[in-house]
């Protein structure tokens, strides 16, 4: 290691456009902190890419503070790295050592097509979540206070736990079927258990459902790497509990 930092050798995907077919290229970052987030190396490495004249890397990211999910990388073959229960921009550089070489690479999936280098677009998600991921709220001024509608601890805290996603997709990229369920069960769940979600929860199920089918996610098979590489820790027990929604709605359902 030199004085100030580590070396590193960086295999980035770039790419761009959509219809391009995009390719690995090699770049050379120098005195790198541990202290950095891996963000923070990339921006460094963009600066060297500006003051050589040549274009950046296009990568998301916004919050830079594991909130918004923007910050969408796959890392040496991993979603968010190689850290547990961390989002991309809260991964540090002291995961790493000197003379490492990285690979960068963006989400892949059918459903989740390349926009420019490590940019991926996830509207997918958006499209899930307009057709059922909400309440319906009566505005008439009668409505009555949530707070005064008692919840039972167990279902407020799963569905407390649920609504922790942030909807980044790395259920999805891990997914050797690219299956979007822990995400879109994540969602069902967090109304499911609420009294407020129950009274839509038929319909949102089956159309949340019908939806993901609808966008090109594949199917899940129980293997289970999503809720190792989701960063918010999301269950499996929400694939279970949405499963046992859609099969009671498909029942009564007259759709
Ligand atoms: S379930 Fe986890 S990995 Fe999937 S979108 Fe939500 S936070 Fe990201
Ligand atoms: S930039 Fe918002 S979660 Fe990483």
């Not at 999805?172 to 839509?200: D, H, R, Y």
């Not at 129980?222 to 820790?233: D, F």
Request: with cysteine; glycine share 8%.
């Amino acid at each position: 290691m030199t004085k100030n930092g580590m070396n590193l050798t960086l295999k980035v995907w770039r790419q761009k456009s959509d219809k391009d077919k995009g390719q690995i290229e090699t770049y050379q970052v120098n005195d790198i902190s541990e202290h950095m987030s891996f963000l923070e190396m990339m921006d460094t490495m963009n600066e060297q890419l500006i003051s050589a004249g040549k274009e950046p890397v296009a990568f998301d990211h916004d919050c830079r503070e594991g909130i918004c999910g923007s910050c969408s990388l796959f890392i040496n073959g991993e979603a968010h790295g190689p850290d547990r229960g961390v989002t991309t921009c809260q991964l540090h550089m002291r995961k790493f050592k000197d003379g490492d070489t990285i690979y960068i690479e963006p989400w892949r999936s059918k459903a989740f097509p390349v926009i420019k280098d490590l940019v991926v677009d996830r509207t997918g998600f958006d499209r899930i979540m307009s057709a059922g991921g909400f309440i319906s709220v009566n505005t008439s001024g009668n409505t009555q206070d949530a707070n005064s509608i008692p919840i039972a601890k167990d279902d407020a805290d799963h569905a407390f736990d649920a609504a922790t996603c942030i909807g980044c997709g790395a259920c999805v990229a891990t997914c050797k079927n690219a299956s979007a369920m822990l995400f879109v069960s994540a969602k069902v769940s967090q109304l499911a258990l609420l009294p407020q979600g129950k009274i839509e929860a038929k319909d949102r199920v089956l159309n949340m459902v019908e939806q993901m089918d609808a966008e090109g996610f594949g199917s899940c098979t129980n293997t289970g790497a999503c809720e190792v590489e989701c960063p918010k820790g999301i269950s499996l027990d929400n694939i279970a509990r949405m499963n046992r929604e859609f099969m009671g709605a498909s029942i009564t359902s007259d759709k």
